[in-house]
């Protein structure tokens, strides 16, 4: 899993316009990775932190996308052959965590609510060798279904939002494809997308 977060912290630094926004948004990048990897990082070295920071708690969940596919396939050769789970291999088939996305209540990525109408997206990143073959389509919509079934189960009754922010225009043009608008536009002034929302 950490190598989809260092991949996708690359494409927010790579898909800045502007040289002057590369250089300032490249190391704040750099930072954001070295925390979510570290120790104290909610994904941890090799994924090590992801159960303890995303599985163990009821507002959030880590979901996660992972391909299998014939060993003899072509789409295959671009893909590292560690199995994310070699009891559900065989030897004719191979596994890759090709995505991954934290979904909770809240707009926090850190703390608990205190919103109970919304949800958020954080760590959303697919493998290079997976885009643009609908996994972070399949990602966002689970994530939205959970956040709906965490409303259901709460008492229902809220109109929900998800909510999420990004530095990278290449996940903005996803974004908004998919439905979710710009809420604010302050990051515009240095080239960056910032806030999207979509009701739910």
Not at 107 to 132: K, M, N
Request: hydrophobic share 35%; charged share 30%.
């Amino acid at each position: 899993m950490s190598h989809l977060v260092r991949s996708g912290l690359s494409q927010t630094t790579d898909a800045c316009q502007w040289t002057i926004t590369k250089r300032l948004v490249g190391p704040m990048m750099e930072k954001l990775r070295e925390h979510a990897t570290s120790d104290d990082g909610d994904i941890g070295p090799e994924g090590g932190n992801l159960a303890k920071c995303w599985m163990e708690r009821d507002d959030r969940v880590m979901l996660v996308a992972e391909l299998i596919v014939a060993k003899d396939d072509t789409f295959s050769d671009t893909m590292d052959t560690t199995s994310s789970d070699p009891a559900n291999t065989d030897a004719t088939t191979k596994q890759k965590i090709v995505g991954c996305c934290g979904v909770k209540i809240g707009s926090s990525e850190t703390q608990p609510g205190p919103e109970i109408d919304v949800g958020s997206v954080w760590r959303v990143s697919v493998d290079a060798s997976a885009r643009q073959r609908g996994v972070g389509r399949a990602l966002m919509d689970e994530a939205e279904r959970w956040v709906l079934a965490e409303e259901k189960k709460n008492g229902g009754g809220s109109k929900m939002k998800m909510q999420l922010v990004t530095g990278n225009g290449i996940a903005a043009h996803f974004y908004k494809a998919i439905g979710y608008r710009k809420r604010y536009w302050a990051l515009d002034f240095f080239g960056l997308p910032g806030w999207f929302e979509k009701d739910l």
